[in-house]
């Protein structure tokens, strides 16, 4: 059954919010007094669309409903999960969790965006004070992983539990801090260094822009692979950990930082600041801006994702729960052979496309290679039987390119087997948007030992699960295009 989210407060974190679970397959029900709070959802969910189904190399679940509500009442109505993001006041959150709480489930986690207060701040006064949980996200928030949970002292041990597991679910992981403090963890360094720089430009040492470049071409891309000790440990050589504190110890009372010395957040600054902003980014709006963030995380996080490392290794756990179950998870005795079997169904992600604005033509064969790849796994060639010495290898492709397709645009692949005899495999794709045909892939493949590397019979299990298909697909019609070469008629 669909689960429903409520998310309360619908402006960049709640919108962004809203996004990860109407995507995620879940319905959501959103409060907001703004009227242009759909509208501005809107907007964020359209970004997010083009964006997070492409990160999986499998299709995230059917959208779920978003609706918008008159009251907090009507909001929290049947929902598991309540969101919190209103602006960060505690009297306004505290009215709110007031208004929640006397209309929500009490099995429901009720988790706040706040950026900064404490649970035991957010808890006070609260008809079930365990209830309620920190659940700290990071902006976009239906891209970036983190989200900073923090129960303290009262909260509810299986509501934590719980919402470890929906947070998995939709790809997040959760960071579980066993201890309250201001600011939580994560943004306790964005202040840092967010203090050190208003100094830097208030000091007239850099501009905001050159501060950016310091950090994106350098330190940042170091930090969102590896983190801070990790990169300071390689940083340490051989010697490691210990000889990079014992060099860089005496620094610690040099004058490396201004950090507790915070400067007067006059007029004056704010001023400087948007105006060297202005200069810097202003080409851009806020939207285009939004934009290009989000093709450079999907880039780098599914660059990640290949690498199965940090925020990569997430979305391969996400694909990997999302795969069990599905008709694509079936295996040798359950793939149907009276018809052509279902081998990918994904979204084509941003990385996908090229300077023509659609796909491009080495991804058509990516996605043919992943389907084959697919099938070969459902007759038995999985990881397992490859380590132990058998696989396939591809001897001939044909692709025929018939249709555009645009990222954000779920694709399926059709596989009919037209040889499956001994060594030889014969595989014909169809690529299909909808009922629109994109394109077919026809490939000629043999088994080989990986051992000799030369052709080899496959286990008597492959054989005869492939065979078996093989058989079923000779009543189906020939496929369209089988067998063309360039050139011929058409
Ligand atoms: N913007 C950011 O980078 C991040 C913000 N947060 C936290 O998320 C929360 C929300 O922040 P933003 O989304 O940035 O603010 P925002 O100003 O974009 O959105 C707040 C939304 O709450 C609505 N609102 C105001 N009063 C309300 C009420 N009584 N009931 C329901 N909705 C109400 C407003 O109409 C607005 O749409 C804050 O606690 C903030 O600290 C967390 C992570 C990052
Ligand atoms: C600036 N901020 C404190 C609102 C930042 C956050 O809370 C997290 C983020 O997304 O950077």
């Not at 959501?28 to 997070?52: C, T, Y």
């Not at 907090?72 to 009215?95: C, F, M, N, Y």
């Not at 539990?161 to 947070?167: G, Q, T």
């Amino acid at each position: 059954m669909t689960k429903t989210a409520a998310i309360i407060g619908g402006g960049v974190i709640g919108g962004g919010w809203a996004a990860r679970f109407v995507l995620n397959g879940w319905n959501v029900q959103v409060f907001d007094p703004d009227p242009e709070a759909a509208r501005k959802i809107g907007e964020v969910m359209a970004n997010a669309r083009r964006s997070l189904p492409g990160l999986t190399d499998v299709a995230l679940p059917d959208e779920g409903a978003i609706t918008f509500h008159e009251t907090i009442a009507s909001a929290v109505d049947g929902a598991e999960w309540i969101q919190e993001s209103v602006p960060e006041r505690l009297d306004i959150k505290h009215e709110t969790f007031a208004e929640v709480q006397a209309n929500c489930d009490a099995s429901a986690v009720i988790g706040s965006s706040t950026s900064g207060f404490k649970p035991s701040e957010l808890q006070q006064g609260a008809l079930r004070p365990g209830q309620i949980m920190v659940t700290h996200p990071f902006n976009p928030v239906y891209l970036l992983p983190l989200v900073e949970l923090v129960p303290g002292d009262a909260g509810d041990a299986a509501l934590v539990e719980k919402a470890k597991s929906v947070l998995s679910s939709l790809g997040m992981h959760a960071l579980h801090l066993k201890k309250e403090i201001d600011a939580h963890v994560a943004d306790r360094f964005l202040e840092a260094v967010w203090r050190e720089a208003l100094w830097l430009v208030k000091d007239g040492i850099a501009t905001t822009e050159e501060i950016d470049d310091a950090i994106r071409y350098g330190f940042g891309i170091r930090w969102a692979q590896m983190g801070l000790f990790e990169t300071y440990r390689v940083a340490g050589g051989e010697a490691g950990m210990k000889h990079f504190m014992a060099q860089f110890g005496p620094a610690l009372k040099w004058p490396w930082t201004k950090l507790m010395d915070v400067p007067e957040f006059t007029d004056e600054l704010v001023d400087l600041i948007a105006g060297q902003s202005d200069a810097q980014s202003g080409a851009y709006s806020i939207r285009e801006l939004e934009r290009i963030r989000d093709n450079n995380l999907v880039t780098m996080m599914r660059g990640l994702k290949a690498q199965d490392w940090g925020a990569g290794a997430l979305l391969n756990a996400q694909e990997k729960l999302m795969r069990d179950g599905r008709p694509l998870g079936a295996k040798a005795d359950d793939v149907p052979a009276d018809k052509p079997v279902l081998t990918a169904r994904r979204t084509v992600p941003l990385d996908w496309t090229d300077y023509n604005g659609h796909m491009t033509e080495s991804r058509y064969l990516q996605a043919f290679a992943d389907a084959t790849d697919r099938f070969m796994e459902m007759i038995g060639c999985d990881a397992e039987y490859i380590s132990n010495g058998g696989s396939y290898f591809t001897a001939e492709s044909h692709i025929r390119h018939l249709d555009e397709v645009h990222a954000g645009a779920v694709i399926t692949i059709d596989t009919q087997v037209v040889l499956g005899e001994g060594k030889k495999m014969h595989l014909f794709h169809t690529m299909r948007e909808g009922d629109r045909v994109l394109a077919t892939g026809e490939h000629f493949l043999l088994h080989v030992s990986l051992e000799t590397r030369k052709p080899a019979p496959p286990s008597p299990q492959i054989e005869a699960a492939l065979a078996r298909i093989a058989k079923g697909h000779t009543s189906l019609p020939r496929p369209e295009g089988l067998g063309r070469a360039i050139g011929g008629p058409r």
